[in-house]
């Protein structure tokens, strides 16, 4: 918690020098975005498989998955007690738990986080829900943004039947709280065509790396690899001194 | 055609008992309307049950936790009753989770934007007293333990500087002139 403009402005000049020291080994941020079904999952422990082998420390942080925040959400959600407004608050809570007890610690520590969605999950999902855009975003503030984003595009279509091949999408995930549809999987069919729409407009927004995720397994695997050493030496990005200077400084408050 | 009585007023401050019982007496005739309470949805109450190991939440995760419990007090408290005429008191409603979060340091601007969904009060009244959140009553009490732990000092000097934001707006509010 920032307890004084002092507090911010000594941990922001800690937190550039931090991560443009040449002599540390900087943390990376990779996040995994796209919408259920596509297979990012797959895809993120492929990866990270892949990066332990080639001597990565790795950090796995996954969507709604907050020790604190996640019970709250899960009892809410079995009982379908949540509008959309008390569900994105709930999760940009989650999220936010998470970033200051798991995704910054790490980073600050060199290591490589793999994020198994990230804040553009709540932006294409809160937004397909009806709300605005702006006032979910600005909830994600300070932003951090991740060092490569991989948005695994896949059509409605694909999207609905990898799902609906193994299980039946429950209240939330097939957007019932908002098509006023009975069957779920008719409403996850017209909810996701919104949900993927909104993804395309964030993909483009934010420049995230597209993957064609209706290529082979193997394929997509390749083309993460390459994407990836191309875009590990990007330099620090700048627009995250905010979100790690407000978390350094509540570290100093917490102690 | 009869007027509405439909009224939401608001009572802000960081002392919980103090804060109802002056939302009580808002109430001008009992039986025409009700005092909405923090943590209605019981978001805070599954949060003091929560395993310590999971890390302390820090001054923002928590107004987003009083966000979505202010969003459940409207939708099934607040909105409901203003739709059959009623007056309902908001005890607290924005200005204390908006006092905290300035008290904790966190940019007006992001607490603006979270409270936008609430709608403004007709009438806003503010409680100055501060010993029930020293304890650890109500949001200011509970989040500011959170966030400071063991740590008293701490904790009394984000209680008291809530209240000084709370007191401030008040004197903004009764310096402006009435409609």
């Not at chain 1, 597209?210 to 690899?225: F, K, L, N, P």
């Amino acid at each position: 918690m920032p307890t004084s403009a002092a507090a911010l402005g000594a941990a922001r000049r800690s937190a550039r020098a931090h991560f443009t020291d040449p002599a540390r080994k900087r943390g990376l941020l990779v996040a995994f975005e796209g919408p259920d079904g596509s297979g990012k999952t797959t895809q993120r422990k492929l990866f990270k498989t892949w990066l332990k082998s080639e001597g990565y420390d790795v950090v796995t942080t996954k969507w709604n998955s907050s020790d604190l925040i996640k019970p709250i959400i899960k009892s809410r959600k079995a009982v379908r007690a949540l509008s959309p407004e008390e569900f994105s608050l709930l999760h940009g809570a989650d999220f936010r738990h998470r970033v200051e007890q798991i995704i910054l610690p790490a980073l600050w520590e060199g290591k490589l986080v793999i994020a198994d969605r990230f804040l553009f999950t709540g932006l294409a999902r809160d937004v397909a829900r009806g709300l605005d855009l702006d006032w979910v975003l600005k909830l994600y503030q300070p932003l951090l943004w991740p060092d490569l984003v991989f948005y695994f595009a896949v059509s409605p279509i694909t999207s609905g039947k990898r799902v609906t091949a193994t299980r039946m999408p429950n209240f939330y995930e097939a957007g019932q709280d908002v098509t006023d549809v009975d069957d779920p999987v008719e409403s996850y069919q017209r909810f996701i065509a919104r949900v993927i729409r909104e993804y395309e407009s964030l993909a483009l927004i934010f420049n995230m790396i597209t993957v064609d995720a209706e290529q082979s397994i193997g394929d997509q695997h390749r083309q993460i690899r390459e994407l990836f050493l191309a875009g590990q030496r990007r330099p620090w990005s700048a627009w995250n001194i905010d979100a790690v200077a407000e978390w350094l400084a509540g570290r100093g408050a917490a102690r | 055609m009869k007027a509405s009585r439909a009224r939401l007023v608001s009572v802000d401050g960081v002392d919980a008992s103090a804060v109802i019982a002056a939302a009580r007496r808002a109430i001008d005739r009992p039986g025409r309307g009700g005092v909405s309470h923090w943590d209605a949805s019981g978001i805070f109450q599954d949060l003091c049950v929560a395993d310590a190991a999971a890390g302390a939440p820090s001054a923002r995760t928590l107004l987003l936790l009083y966000a979505a419990d202010l969003a459940f007090r409207l939708r099934w408290e607040i909105r409901p009753a203003l739709a059959a005429g009623r007056t309902v008191v908001a005890a607290p409603y924005v200005d204390t989770a908006v006092a905290f979060g300035r008290a904790a340091g966190v940019p007006v601007g992001w607490l603006t934007n979270l409270f936008r969904f609430a709608p403004p009060a007709a009438e806003r009244r503010f409680v100055t007293a501060t010993r029930g959140a020293a304890s650890g009553e109500g949001f200011v009490g509970l989040a500011s333990q959170r966030v400071h732990g063991c740590d008293r000092g701490a904790r009394r000097r984000l209680i008291g500087s809530a209240a000084a934001h709370l007191r401030i707006e008040a004197k903004r509010r009764a310096r402006r002139p009435k409609r």
